[in-house]
C-alpha cells in the first residue's frame, strides 16, 4: 500500500515569501504523485502531478514540485505567496495500476499580509 | 460544461436514519469515486466505480455504507442506521477512463452530513 505524510498541518508565510509545503511517500513501486488545493465549500483542484516524466512539476498559479526518489519527497513550493493562496492544500499519492488514491491528512496555509 | 455536482449541499440527520448522498460526474468520465473527509482528516477512499461496476469496495466503513452507480453516470451512496461517527463531508469525484493516476480526478463541492 501506499501513504503519505504532510509535515506541518498550518504554515503561515508573508505576502512574497517562498511557499514550501512538506510531503513525503511511501511506495513499494514507482508512485504518482499529485498536489491539490481546496478551497473552502469547494472540492479540490489540482495543482499539479508528477507521472514519472520530468521530475520537475509546474503546475497552476505559480506552483511547482520536485519529485526525489532518494528523499522519498514531493515538495510543493511557490517563489512568492500571494493573498489567494491562502487555502488548504493535500498531497496524495497513487500507483500506475491502482485505483485508489491516498491522501495526506492535509496542510492549512495562511498568508499574512 | 458543467463540473461534478453533489447532492444535497448539507444534510442534518438524526441517528439511526438512512441517508442518500448522490453525485453526477461529467458527462462522459467512466470512472466515479467516493471519498470522505473527517474534520482534521485527509480523504479516505470509500469505493470506485468504473461504469457501473465496483472493482474494489475496500474502503467501505462497514456494512452500514453502500454504493451504487446507474447508466455509467449517477451515482448514490446510502448510509444506514447512521451514527454520530459517520459525520463528515463526503465528496465524489470522476475522471475521463479508467483508475491509475495518468487520469485527473475532479471533485464536487461535497455534501457535508450532520448526525445529530
Known amino acids: 500500500a501506499q501513504s503519505v505524510t504532510q509535515l506541518g498541518s498550518h504554515v503561515s508565510v508573508s505576502e512574497g515569501a517562498l511557499v514550501l509545503l512538506r510531503c513525503n511517500y511511501s511506495?513499494?513501486?514507482?508512485?504518482?504523485l499529485f498536489w491539490y488545493v481546496q478551497y473552502p465549500n469547494q472540492g479540490l483542484q489540482l495543482l499539479l502531478k508528477?507521472?514519472?516524466?520530468?521530475?520537475l512539476v509546474k503546475g497552476i498559479n505559480g506552483f511547482e514540485a520536485e519529485f526525489k526518489k532518494s528523499e522519498t519527497s514531493f515538495h510543493l513550493t511557490k517563489p512568492s505567496a500571494h493573498m489567494s493562496d491562502a487555502s488548504e492544500y493535500f498531497c496524495a499519492v497513487t500507483v500506475p495500476t491502482g485505483n485508489q488514491f491516498y491522501f495526506g491528512t492535509g496542510t492549512s496555509l495562511t498568508v499574512i499580509p | 460544461g458543467a463540473g461534478v455536482s453533489q447532492s444535497p449541499s448539507n444534510k442534518v440527520t438524526e441517528k439511526g436514519k438512512d441517508v442518500e448522498l448522490r453525485c453526477d460526474p461529467i458527462s462522459g468520465h467512466t470512472a466515479l469515486y467516493w471519498y470522505r473527509q473527517s474534520l482534521g482528516q485527509g480523504l479516505e477512499f470509500l469505493i470506485y466505480f468504473q461504469g457501473n461496476s465496483a472493482p474494489d469496495k475496500s474502503g467501505l466503513p462497514s456494512d452500514r455504507f453502500s454504493a451504487e452507480r446507474t447508466g455509467g453516470s449517477v451515482s448514490t451512496l446510502t448510509i444506514q442506521r447512521t451514527q454520530q461517527e459517520d459525520s463528515a463531508v463526503y465528496l465524489c469525484?470522476?475522471?475521463?477512463?479508467?483508475?491509475?493516476?495518468?487520469?485527473?480526478?475532479?471533485f464536487g463541492p461535497g455534501t457535508r452530513l450532520t448526525v445529530l
Open positions: 469525484a470522476s475522471s475521463p477512463r479508467t483508475g491509475g493516476g495518468t487520469d485527473t480526478q475532479y
Open positions: 508528477y507521472t514519472s516524466a520530468a521530475t
Open positions: 511506495s513499494s513501486v514507482p508512485p504518482y
